[in-house]
């Protein structure tokens, strides 16, 4: 990985990245922005599905207020992930908080196409009696635990030293 890491460091675009004093920051920015809009929708759905708020609308009709907005801002945060990627490729790839976000990422969209699915295939009976179920509930809290994990880990690929030896990232 190391060896890749670097060769992507000396590309033309990596380097037109790096050389570049504002495009990380503005790329950086742009996805924090994203990550923002992906919690958010996450939280109102999920206030939703416990009962807290938008109980005038169905869960339907609250997940189709939301969902685009969330799946719209996935398409950005992978458009700017790659961009850091490729701007501070050794930083990123060696990271190993960036690979348990990256899983977490995995995660939180497998739950949200599930949950989408799930919604559309049997959306009368999400509303009669799925909606109240505490397992319901609970898948609803931990995806957004989930989107909160990818926050801190992202925040934590700075910081990568944290994990010691089990971390490829050089020491800063």
Not at 66 to 93: H, K, N, S
Not at 147 to 172: E, H, K, Q, T
């Amino acid at each position: 990985m190391l060896d890749f890491a670097q060769w992507l460091g000396q590309t033309r675009i990596s380097l037109a990245i790096q050389t570049n004093l504002w495009v990380i920051p503005t790329v950086q920015s742009i996805h924090i922005v994203a990550i923002g809009i992906v919690l958010s929708s996450v939280f109102m759905i999920d206030l939703r599905v416990f009962g807290w708020a938008g109980t005038d609308q169905t869960l339907a009709e609250t997940t189709r207020r939301f969902a685009p907005w969330l799946w719209g801002a996935l398409g950005v945060l992978f458009v700017t992930g790659v961009l850091m990627i490729v701007g501070e490729p050794v930083r990123e790839l060696l990271s190993l908080s960036f690979w348990l976000k990256m899983a977490l990422v995995g995660v939180g969209a497998g739950l949200a196409a599930g949950f989408q699915v799930a919604l559309r295939r049997h959306e009368r009976e999400w509303e009669a009696s799925l909606v109240n179920r505490r397992a319901t509930k609970g898948l609803a809290a931990a995806t957004f635990l989930v989107w909160c994990g990818v926050v801190i880990l992202g925040r934590l690929i700075a910081y990568d030293y944290v994990w010691g030896s089990w971390s490829l990232a050089p020491p800063a």
